[in-house]
């Protein structure tokens, strides 16, 4: 039996509440297939997933603002024998802890502490630098917004891939390259929800009609360092008349009368072809 299916046949209590407050068991599962022993390994929040990591032989550390869930775990653990020996506990709340974190780089990283805003973006934010390239993060609870963010962040991001989901609610995606964020929102998708309703609605029509029509104009300059930038006009002109569509529109427009024509004239031809006065004469006629 492995150790998740023991610790799904009986859940500990380690959250300090009756109920079992931890990852989906398919998680767990993927964590105790893909942890190999010496793994570096961190998790923001803790719980089963903590015990699974110890387990595997990583060098654990797991970010929780709670000193007596810590303590549960390692009581856990030790009832199990699970060896703590490489599991390191970071006391407070993460987005302290990993301020002042001494950085190492990580195989693995769960996402599983606070889930409010901003919380899973400043995990993320901390700690995807130091995760090496082909590392995984898994963020879970990627239902919720603030998990999803990020999730809608790594699925555009060419230094991330996205794989398929763990769990109905475990995301994962694996980092192929480090990731320089210069700043600038590239995205096309807005959210005018700060927007009362009839602006909103305004405000989303015309959004979507630059979306379908419209086009992104995103000017690049670049010139040596120490020179002083070239000045440069640019003019934009919208609605120019341009001739080549009206006479595009011209030649649609005759297509019709020209076929009616030719058919008319080939109805001739054939109708006079037996007469004395053919309207087109084959070289044996003559
Ligand atoms: C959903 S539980 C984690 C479940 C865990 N992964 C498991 O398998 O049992 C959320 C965890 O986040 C921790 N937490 C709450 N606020 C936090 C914060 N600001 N920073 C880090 N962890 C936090 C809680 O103490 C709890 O351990």
Known sequence: MSLTDELRSAPPG????????????????????????????????????????????AEHEAVTP???????ILAECERRGISTGKLAFRIGSSADVLRGW?????????????????????DWWYLA????????????????PPVAA?????????????????SFRTAVARKLADEVIDGEWKGRRMNFSYLPPAKRAVASVRQRQTELYGYLLRLEPQ???????????????????????ALLAMLAVLVWP???????????VSRWSESDHPWVSSSEDE
């Not at 599962?29 to 893909?34: H, K, L, N």
């Not at 709670?66 to 549960?72: I, K, T």
């Open 223 to 245: 010139w040596e360092p120490g020179r002083t930038p070239p000045e440069y006009q640019l003019t934009v002109r919208s609605r120019v008349p341009r001739f080549s569509y």
């Open 14 to 57: 380690l959250h300090g509440q009756s109920e079992f407050w931890g990852l989906a068991w398919e998680a767990l599962a993927f964590i105790e297939r893909t942890v190999r022993p010496g793994m570096a390994t961190l998790e923001t929040g803790a719980g089963a997933s903590t015990i699974v990591f110890t387990a595997r032989g």
């Open 258 to 268: 020209v076929l009616l024509l030719w058919r008319w004239f080939r109805f001739e």
């Open 66 to 72: 709670s000193q007596a869930e810590a303590d549960r």
């Open 102 to 122: 001494e950085p190492r780089e990580l195989d693995l990283v769960l996402v599983d502490g606070a889930h409010a805003f901003p919380y899973p973006t400043l």
């Open 150 to 166: 990020v999730i809608d962040h790594l699925r555009s991001s060419k230094a991330w891939r996205l794989g398929d989901p763990i």
């Open 129 to 144: 630098p130091h995760l090496k390239v082909g590392g995984l993060m898994l963020l879970d609870d990627a239902y919720m």
